[in-house]
Antibody, heavy 118, light 107 residues
Framework: QVQLKESGPGLVQPSETLSLTCTVS????????VSWVRQPSGKGPEWMGR???????AYNSALKSRLSISRDTSKNQVFLKMNSLQTDDTGTYYC????????????WGQGVMVTVSS | DIQMTQSPASLSASLGETVTIQCQAS??????LAWYQQKPGKSPQLLIY???SLQDGVPSRFSGSGSGTQYSLKISSMQTEDEGVYFC?????????FGGGTKLELK
């Protein structure tokens, strides 16, 4: 069955870089796109960016200068790197499998809580 | 960016009651809309996409409608397991954006 699992540090210092890994199973990264979505506590989610099935990327313009998404298809992994973290980057970070039509997210990982604090 | 505004922010419904949640986009999104349900401590779950297409495995009491800038999610008969927060999301234009959520509770 389709599964996604995020991993990475739970605590990041202000101004440091966040690195997260999404490990997927049950589908191929060359057939489906994967997005990163984050959600501050008690608020609506925010789409961060997408790794397309063909290797192309798309980013939220609000984050584009700080964000990089890459992948390793041999390991079934998608990576997120975001620099210059601030306290308002605190929240739960999810990776999602995307429908092959439109910008919709049909499977979500369990999420990883990231706190930006000194 | 396209802004998504949901109403109401919260509501309570009795078992068997029909529930409707509204979502307004800041511009025409040509039915490029999805609805998600999120329960406490869990990830969001896709319910509806393309404004009215029911995701596999989602109960038929959920339905979506709308066009242009106005969309709605209807639950035809409220059940205990329908408690949670509901989000709309536009999937037409980058950056894809979500509404602030509607909290649904059982009365």
């Amino acid at each position: 069955q389709v599964q996604l699992k995020e991993s990475g540090p739970g605590l990041v210092q202000p101004s440091e870089t966040l690195s997260l890994t999404c490990t997927v199973s049950g589908f191929s990264l060359t057939s489906y796109s994967v997005s990163w979505v984050r959600q501050p506590s008690g608020k609506g989610p925010e789409w961060m960016g997408r790794m397309w099935y063909d290797g192309d990327t798309a980013y939220n313009s609000a984050l584009k200068s700080r964000l990089s998404i890459s992948r390793d298809t041999s390991k079934n992994q998608v990576f997120l790197k975001m620099n210059s973290l601030q306290t308002d980057d605190t929240g739960t970070y999810y990776c999602t499998r995307d429908l092959n039509w439109g910008g919709y997210f049909d499977y979500w990982g369990q999420g990883v809580m990231v706190t930006v604090s000194s | 960016d396209i802004q998504m505004t949901q109403s109401p922010a919260s509501l309570s419904a009795s078992l068997g009651e029909t529930v409707t949640i509204q979502c307004q986009a800041s511009e025409d999104i040509y039915s490029g809309l999805a609805w998600y349900q999120q329960k406490p401590g869990k990830s969001p779950q896709l319910l509806i996409y393309g404004a009215s297409s029911l995701q596999d495995g989602v109960p038929s009491r959920f339905s979506g409608s709308g066009s242009g800038t106005q969309y709605s999610l209807k639950i035809s008969s409220m059940q205990t397991e329908d408690e949670g927060v509901y989000f709309c999301q536009q999937g037409l234009k980058y950056p894809w954006t979500f509404g602030g959520g509607t909290k649904l509770e059982l009365k």
